[in-house]
């Protein structure tokens, strides 16, 4: 599954976690769905995926860490 950030285009998409609309500008996080078939991609605001993703944030961060990739949040690297 793809998963992708990007500015709302238009603001009619709908975040699948709050369910509120996602503002034209905003960030976004995207992810790839099927739907009968089709190929139909889910959008969050980035605020909510975070939450809803968090132990993975957690694990990725590690894992990479343990794999010798420096992890700079701050972005003064």
């Known amino acids: 599954m ?5 500015e ?3 603001g009619r998409a709908e975040c699948r976690i709050c369910h509120k609309l996602i503002n034209k500008g905003e960030k976004r996080v ?3 769905d099927t739907w009968y078939g089709f190929w139909s991609p889910r ?3 980035l605020e909510c ?6 132990e993975f ?3 990725l961060l590690q894992a ?3 794999n010798g990739f420096e992890v ?3 972005g003064k690297a």
């Open 57 to 59: 944030i957690k694990e």
């Open 72 to 74: 700079d949040l701050d």
């Open 43 to 45: 959008y969050y605001h």
């Open 8 to 10: 709302s285009p238009t």
């Open 30 to 32: 995207g992810e790839d």
């Open 49 to 54: 995926w975070i939450r809803q993703n968090k």
């Open 2 to 6: 793809a998963v992708w950030i990007e």
């Open 64 to 66: 990479l860490r343990e």
